[in-house]
């Protein structure tokens, strides 16, 4: 069954209705603070939680007229206030809002987003010890180098995975810092145990200096962890576009009932999934240059931010959300294919223990650059399919001085590659994988 992912909640999060609440949040957590300070009355604060209210349609009627988002956002709940409402917004501008509602958002996005993590590793754990000792050949620069197995490749993922757990874990904590310190961030009209106390009850920290706006290295660096998540899931997804070759077809896709691979092409089972995850691991990328863009803002503050992140932060978070989901289906139903990684382990007609021959020869005391051209010699000649390699260095006469049929014989053993495979399982798993 494929686990189910979050991107109705992702969604939700993003939306009008959840931004203005955010907003409706720290002005009244904003007001409670003033109230413990004495500013506000008692009667004032229960007036403003009573009815602080906003209606999102009310709100963009106001701002087509005063073109200013929070200040329509203020004048729709003064609306509902009354007189109280003056004690709103008291002291604060409208970064405090601005950039304390954003790490919120995105500290509840990079929860989301660590689910979606958790769910994926548990698929990749499945998958490895499913396919611990099914053996496929290893590839370097495309070319057969020697055996792997399949198990082998999904625990590299999921180690990776792991290392991007802990990258949302440092998003979210380099995001989840507020400030509610006034307009150039020197805390002028506002007391610095407000930015505190509102802070304290969003989850987040006070951001230690600021000026106007939080700094954005700290956004940047949020959407830079983004990014590498996505560009692991593009990394893995690239792998199973080439394992799904029809000249490979090691594994491939689940096709669905009814499912169409082209419009004019009957036969055609293509990789769309693992396709549409490389091109959208393209734009979470993007979406951190633009982050990385944001950095250098004029002086204590300008908005050529302001638009970027209106569009970065959720498109960011959605895709990211959407891609781990859609991977995580991807793996689950993966077919792959055993018999087919048997019959490409041979193609090649012995060449795969090139090294284990040459590790023999040095054993019995050949220098390492006469048992290299030796092995190498016969090794072309397969190459060029003009014979089995192994019966080439059985036939060869400068090979034979120096193993005995029984050496070649233990040197063609497939079993010798797998001798570490549980030691590898043990330090990415732990000990209980031993046996499975």
């Not at 109230?35 to 009310?58: C, E, H, M, T, W």
């Not at 405090?96 to 689910?115: C, H, P």
């Not at 983004?226 to 199973?240: G, H, P, Q, R, Y």
Request: hydrophobic share 45%; net charge positive; charged share 30%.
């Amino acid at each position: 069954m494929i686990p189910r992912y979050s991107r109705e909640k992702m969604a939700a999060l993003w939306s009008p209705e959840k931004r203005f609440q955010v907003w409706l949040d720290i002005e009244i957590l904003a007001c409670e603070a003033l109230a413990a300070g004495g500013v506000i009355l008692k009667k004032s604060l229960n007036n403003i939680k009573r009815n602080a209210r906003f209606d999102v349609a009310r709100i963009e009627a106001i701002e087509k007229t005063v073109k200013h988002d929070v200040i329509a956002f203020l004048t729709c709940v003064g609306e509902r206030v009354g007189e109280d409402s003056r004690y709103i917004h008291m002291g604060l501008t409208s970064s405090d809002i601005l950039d304390t509602s954003l790490a919120v958002l995105l500290k509840e996005a990079s929860d989301i987003l660590i689910e979606d993590v958790d769910k994926l590793l548990l698929v990749l754990k499945k998958k490895a010890l499913r396919h611990k000792r099914t053996l496929m050949i290893g590839r370097s620069h495309g070319i057969h180098a020697e055996p792997v197995t399949f198990g082998l490749k999904m625990a590299l993922w999921y180690q990776e995975m792991e290392r991007n757990r802990a990258r949302m874990l440092r998003a979210k904590e380099i995001i989840s810092y507020g400030k509610i310190s006034g307009a150039v961030g020197t805390f002028a009209f506002i007391d610095p145990r407000v930015e505190v106390y509102v802070c304290k009850k969003l989850g987040l920290r006070p951001a230690p200096a600021s000026t106007q706006v939080i700094q954005r290295d700290r956004h940047a660096e949020y959407f830079s962890h983004l990014a590498v998540v996505a560009s692991s899931i593009d990394k893995f997804a690239t792998e199973i576009r080439h394992l799904q070759r029809t000249e490979v077809r090691e594994a491939e896709e689940y096709f669905t009932p009814g499912q169409k691979g082209s419009s004019a092409m009957p036969h055609k089972r293509n990789p769309v999934l693992s396709e549409n995850l490389s091109g959208l691991a393209r734009l979470v990328r993007s979406y951190a240059a633009a982050a990385l863009e944001d950095v250098p803002l004029w002086h204590e503050r300008d908005i050529s931010h302001s638009s970027v992140e209106r569009v970065i932060a959720p498109d960011a978070t959605i895709l990211l959300d959407f891609m781990l989901g859609r991977f995580t289906g991807l793996v689950e139903n993966l077919i792959v294919y055993p018999e087919r990684m048997r019959d490409n382990l041979n193609l090649t007609r012995g060449l795969i223990f090139s090294q284990m021959v040459l590790l023999k020869l040095i054993e019995k005391g050949v220098s390492r650059e006469e048992a290299y051209a030796l092995v190498q010699r016969n090794a072309m000649q397969t190459w060029k399919g003009e014979g089995d390699f192994k019966a080439l260095l059985l036939k060869d006469r400068d090979v034979r001085k120096h193993l005995a049929k029984a050496d070649l014989d233990e040197s063609f053993r497939v079993e010798n590659f797998l001798g570490q495979v549980d030691y590898i399982f043990d330090r990415v798993f732990g000990a209980t994988t031993l046996n499975t």
